[in-house]
C-alpha cells in the first residue's frame, strides 16, 4: 500500500521555523520527483516546491523561494520542507505529493500566529 505521512506542523510565530517531513512506502520514493501542496484556510490548493529525485534540483513558488528549502533522505524515504522566516500567510495544511499528484498525504496543519 502506497503511504504518504507527513508531520512536523504545530504553531510557530512569525519569523520562526518549522520542518516538515513526509515518510513514504509501498513505491520506489528514490525513483520520483516529490512537491509540497499547501492549502491555507478557505482557498485553493498552492503548489509550494518541487524536487527532482535525486535530491539536487529543486523548483520554489514565488511566496516561499528564499526562506523555504525542500530536501530528501532517499536511504530513509523521507522528504523535508525546513521552512524559515515563517510569515502568517504561511499559515496551512500542507501536504506532499509525487510529481503529477498521483500519491498525496493526509496533510499536516501549519499556523503562523503571534
Known amino acids: 500500500e502506497v503511504q504518504l505521512v507527513e508531520s512536523g506542523g504545530g504553531l510557530v510565530q512569525p519569523g520562526g521555523s518549522l520542518r516538515l517531513s513526509c515518510a513514504a512506502s509501498?513505491?520506489?520514493?528514490?525513483?520520483?520527483?516529490m512537491n509540497w501542496v499547501r492549502q491555507a484556510p478557505g482557498k485553493g490548493l498552492e503548489w509550494v516546491s518541487d524536487?527532482?529525485?535525486?535530491?539536487?534540483?529543486?523548483l520554489y513558488s514565488d511566496s516561499v523561494k528564499g526562506r523555504f528549502a525542500m530536501f530528501r533522505d532517499n536511504s530513509k524515504n523521507t522528504l523535508y520542507l525546513q521552512m524559515n522566516n515563517m510569515k502568517p500567510d504561511d499559515a496551512a495544511v500542507y501536504y506532499c505529493?509525487?510529481?503529477?499528484?498521483?500519491?498525496w498525504g493526509q496533510g499536516t496543519q501549519v499556523t503562523v500566529s503571534s
Open positions: 524536487l527532482n529525485a535525486a535530491g539536487d534540483s529543486g
Open positions: 509501498g513505491f520506489t520514493f528514490s525513483a520520483f520527483d
Open positions: 505529493a509525487t510529481a503529477g499528484g498521483t500519491q
